[in-house]
């Protein structure tokens, strides 16, 4: 619909960049638009052994406040979805999945990037030691999935992205719920 007619990187660091876009609608109208180009990432909704969801408590820096979060990471060249999701799972909460299963994939922000999130159901999830890089300032929260739920529904998740990933999920969860543990 619309016509790329140069691109000029403004700004890039490993885990996305800034470009500006000179377009044109299909009406004729020219202008400049101004991107966040997102190598994309991938979400992952843990559930223990034992049927609790593992949330991450994370210190965010841009917005100064702690929030809920599932493990998640940006995909990194030459990488899978599937294959970030395990990384993140391992180095946040230290993590290792029996079943990971791929939920869906949304734009996380579309009116200003190309981000896509991968959303996966982790099941069967033993924790261990985690492998956070030094700049990741968290721990570990277990909660049953009714809570998890109604935290995303409430907005106690405040991390869209991770607050839709549970939601995502929620029909995988509550047959999870009904499953015995081990």
Known sequence: ??????????????????RQDRVRTASGHEFDYTIVDHPGAAWVVPVTTDNRLALVWHYRYPVDDWCYEVPAGGISPGLAPEEVARRELLEEIGGTAADLRYVGRFYTSN???????????????????????PTELMEVR???????LTMAREGEIADGPSALAVLWCEPLLQACVHQRPG
């Open 1 to 18: 619909m619309w016509q790329t007619l140069s691109t000029n990187l403004l700004w890039e660091s490993r885990w996305y960049g800034l």
């Open 111 to 133: 009116g200003i990037s190309n981000e896509v999130a991968y959303v996966y159901l982790a099941s069967g999830v033993e924790l261990g030691e985690s492998h956070r890089e």
């Open 142 to 148: 277990l909660v049953s999935v009714a809570e998890a």
